[in-house]
T-cell receptor
Framework: GAVVSQHPSWVICKSGTSVKIECRSL??????MFWYRQFPKQSLMLMAT?????????EQGVEKDKFLINHASLTLSTLTVTSAHPEDSSFYIC?????????????FGPGTRLLVL | SQQGEEDPQALSIQEGENATMNCSYK?????LQWYRQNSGRGLVHLIL?????REKHSGRLRVTLDTSKKSSSLLITASRAADTASYFC??????????FGKGTRLHILP
């Protein structure tokens, strides 16, 4: 089946530093990828839609200058948390649009846990 | 607005019993997926069922889909301690955005 990877799976950083998270579709090309965020005991919240070769579309309330998204190739999207603060500590999950048979569907990465000290 | 909504929110059963979780959604879908999330871990894809399918099996998992009622159920048979996790249904909403429900926390008692 379709596989999506994320790197790193775990990151701890100091407040004020920037952290880059990679999302890769391993065995398929994805023109569209999504970035989600999950706070403890809450459901996933969509942050932004990443389209290859164009600017990401951010959901309301998500700061685009804070969460930089780059989708430079059909298999890679990156999320950079700039000047991270403790409140940015969360679980970040990406997904990529692929095909299930002839039906387009999303496949999720395993997530990246970010802890900002 | 939330597309997928699971119930119950929490479920505790004895090991060996069957666990059933339900998911309801609001608008038409192309497919519905179930995911498991162990505490502190990422999502694990369990099963995908398409809108033209009514039932699907995978090991001890059985998923049903009733598009007329806009609902799906996930049945885990002969539960094990390792099944303790949160289970989410996810449906594709508008603009291909997938929407997760809040999940059902399943606890298998020894």
């Amino acid at each position: 089946g379709a596989v999506v990877s994320q790197h790193p799976s775990w990151v701890i950083c100091k407040s004020g530093t920037s952290v880059k998270i990679e999302c890769r579709s391993l065995d398929f090309q994805a023109t569209t990828m999504f970035w989600y965020r999950q706070f403890p005991k809450q459901s996933l919240m969509l942050m932004a839609t990443s389209n290859e070769g164009s600017k990401a579309t951010y959901e309301q309330g998500v700061e685009k200058d804070k969460f930089l998204i780059n989708h430079a190739s059909l298999t890679l999207s990156t999320l950079t948390v700039t000047s991270a603060h403790p409140e940015d500590s969360s679980f970040y999950i990406c997904s990529a649009l692929g095909l299930a048979g002839s039906q387009e569907t999303q496949y999720f990465g395993p997530g990246t846990r970010l802890l900002v000290l | 607005s939330q597309q997928g909504e699971e119930d119950p929110q929490a479920l505790s059963i004895q090991e060996g019993e069957n666990a059933t979780m339900n998911c309801s959604y609001k608008t038409s879908i192309n497919n519905l997926q179930w995911y498991r999330q162990n505490s502190g871990r990422g999502l694990v894809h369990l099963i995908l069922i398409r809108s033209n399918e009514r039932e699907k099996h995978s090991g001890r998992l059985r998923v049903t889909l009733d598009t007329s009622k806009k609902s799906s159920s996930l049945l885990i048979t002969a539960s094990r301690a390792a099944d303790t996790a949160s289970y989410f249904c996810a449906t594709d909403g508008r603009d291909d955005k997938i929407i997760f429900g809040k999940g059902t926390r399943l606890h298998i008692l020894p």
